[in-house]
Protein backbone atom coordinates (compact mmCIF):
# COMPACT_ATOMS: atom_id res chain seq x y z
CA UNK A 1 0.00 0.00 0.00
CA UNK A 2 2.63 2.37 0.82
CA UNK A 3 4.33 1.98 -2.98
CA UNK A 4 0.94 3.19 -4.26
CA UNK A 5 0.84 6.62 -1.73
CA UNK A 6 4.30 6.84 -3.48
CA UNK A 7 3.29 6.43 -7.02
CA UNK A 8 -0.14 9.19 -6.38
CA UNK A 9 2.41 11.41 -5.52
CA UNK A 10 5.45 10.56 -7.94
CA UNK A 11 3.59 9.39 -10.88
CA UNK A 12 0.02 8.90 -11.20
CA UNK A 13 -3.16 7.74 -9.35
CA UNK A 14 -4.27 5.78 -12.19
CA UNK A 15 -0.96 3.88 -11.35
CA UNK A 16 -1.43 3.95 -7.87
CA UNK A 17 -4.98 2.38 -8.42
CA UNK A 18 -3.49 -0.45 -9.97
CA UNK A 19 -1.13 -1.43 -7.13
CA UNK A 20 -4.48 -0.86 -4.68
CA UNK A 21 -5.86 -3.64 -6.83
CA UNK A 22 -3.41 -5.65 -6.72
CA UNK A 23 -2.68 -5.59 -3.30
CA UNK A 24 -6.79 -6.41 -3.03
CA UNK A 25 -5.94 -9.28 -5.26
CA UNK A 26 -3.31 -10.72 -3.02
CA UNK A 27 -5.02 -10.70 0.41
CA UNK A 28 -6.17 -13.48 2.47
CA UNK A 29 -10.35 -13.66 3.56
CA UNK A 30 -9.12 -13.07 6.73
CA UNK A 31 -7.18 -10.31 6.41
CA UNK A 32 -10.05 -7.66 6.80
CA UNK A 33 -8.69 -5.08 8.53
CA UNK A 34 -6.26 -4.83 5.38
CA UNK A 35 -9.52 -4.75 2.76
CA UNK A 36 -10.92 -2.08 4.22
CA UNK A 37 -7.94 0.06 4.35
CA UNK A 38 -7.43 -0.73 0.62
CA UNK A 39 -11.50 0.05 -0.08
CA UNK A 40 -10.91 3.33 1.98
CA UNK A 41 -7.80 4.41 -0.27
CA UNK A 42 -9.71 2.87 -3.42
CA UNK A 43 -12.41 5.78 -2.49
CA UNK A 44 -10.35 8.34 -1.92
CA UNK A 45 -8.10 7.52 -5.26
CA UNK A 46 -11.26 7.98 -7.44
CA UNK A 47 -12.39 10.45 -5.48
CA UNK A 48 -9.14 12.47 -6.83
CA UNK A 49 -10.15 11.35 -10.60
CA UNK A 50 -13.71 13.11 -9.67
CA UNK A 51 -14.92 9.60 -10.41
CA UNK A 52 -17.36 10.11 -7.63
CA UNK A 53 -19.41 6.77 -8.87
CA UNK A 54 -16.49 4.89 -7.89
CA UNK A 55 -15.84 6.48 -4.95
CA UNK A 56 -19.08 6.18 -3.37
CA UNK A 57 -19.13 1.91 -4.26
CA UNK A 58 -15.56 1.85 -2.20
CA UNK A 59 -16.84 3.69 0.07
CA UNK A 60 -19.92 1.54 0.38
CA UNK A 61 -18.17 -1.58 -0.02
CA UNK A 62 -15.64 -0.89 2.81
CA UNK A 63 -18.87 0.39 5.07
CA UNK A 64 -20.59 -2.87 4.54
CA UNK A 65 -17.49 -5.33 5.25
CA UNK A 66 -16.83 -2.71 8.75
CA UNK A 67 -20.35 -3.77 9.54
CA UNK A 68 -20.19 -7.44 8.58
CA UNK A 69 -17.03 -8.52 10.54
CA UNK A 70 -18.12 -6.19 13.21
CA UNK A 71 -14.84 -3.80 12.87
CA UNK A 72 -14.93 -0.57 13.68
CA UNK A 73 -11.56 0.45 12.29
CA UNK A 74 -12.38 3.34 9.37
CA UNK A 75 -15.79 3.23 9.38
CA UNK A 76 -15.53 6.97 10.14
CA UNK A 77 -13.35 7.86 7.56
CA UNK A 78 -15.33 5.78 5.16
CA UNK A 79 -18.42 7.48 6.20
CA UNK A 80 -16.57 10.54 5.35
CA UNK A 81 -15.47 9.79 1.78
CA UNK A 82 -19.26 8.47 1.02
CA UNK A 83 -20.80 11.72 2.09
CA UNK A 84 -18.41 13.72 -0.01
CA UNK A 85 -18.89 11.25 -3.22
CA UNK A 86 -22.85 11.90 -2.66
CA UNK A 87 -22.45 15.12 -2.38
CA UNK A 88 -20.85 15.78 -5.32
CA UNK A 89 -23.46 13.30 -7.43
CA UNK A 90 -26.13 15.45 -5.55
CA UNK A 91 -28.00 13.10 -3.74
CA UNK A 92 -29.70 14.67 -1.14
CA UNK A 93 -28.59 12.40 1.66
CA UNK A 94 -25.04 13.32 1.67
CA UNK A 95 -25.73 15.17 4.70
CA UNK A 96 -26.79 11.85 6.66
CA UNK A 97 -23.50 10.54 5.83
CA UNK A 98 -20.97 13.44 7.03
CA UNK A 99 -23.26 13.49 9.81
CA UNK A 100 -22.49 9.44 10.89
CA UNK A 101 -19.07 10.57 10.21
CA UNK A 102 -18.94 13.27 12.55
CA UNK A 103 -20.75 11.08 15.11
CA UNK A 104 -17.89 8.18 14.95
CA UNK A 105 -14.92 10.79 14.95
CA UNK A 106 -16.50 11.51 18.40
CA UNK A 107 -17.54 8.42 19.78
CA UNK A 108 -13.81 7.17 18.74
CA UNK A 109 -12.26 10.32 20.35
CA UNK A 110 -10.55 10.94 16.63
CA UNK A 111 -11.18 14.94 17.21
CA UNK A 112 -8.93 15.65 15.17
CA UNK A 113 -10.37 14.10 12.15
CA UNK A 114 -13.13 15.44 13.08
CA UNK A 115 -11.97 19.08 12.96
CA UNK A 116 -10.14 18.46 10.00
CA UNK A 117 -12.93 17.05 8.28
CA UNK A 118 -15.34 20.15 9.39
CA UNK A 119 -12.76 22.49 8.21
CA UNK A 120 -12.56 20.34 4.90
CA UNK A 121 -16.48 20.59 4.19
CA UNK A 122 -16.34 24.10 4.84
CA UNK A 123 -13.62 25.17 3.39
CA UNK A 124 -13.84 22.83 -0.06
CA UNK A 125 -17.15 22.60 -0.34
CA UNK A 126 -19.21 25.14 1.77
CA UNK A 127 -20.73 22.36 3.67
CA UNK A 128 -21.42 23.51 7.51
CA UNK A 129 -21.65 19.88 9.20
CA UNK A 130 -20.84 20.82 12.46
CA UNK A 131 -23.00 17.97 14.86
CA UNK A 132 -24.69 21.31 16.63
CA UNK A 133 -26.09 21.96 13.21
CA UNK A 134 -27.50 18.92 12.53
CA UNK A 135 -29.47 18.62 15.61
Not at 40 to 67: F, P, R, V
Not at 79 to 97: M, P, Q, T, V
Amino acid sequence: MNIAFILEKQETVEKSIEILFFCLSQLEPEDIKEKIKLYYNLSYSYHLLSNHEKALYYADLGIKTCIEAGILDGLSLLYFRKGIAEYHLKRENYKDSLIKAMHLFEIFGQEKLKTMAIENCKKFYNIDISIESSC
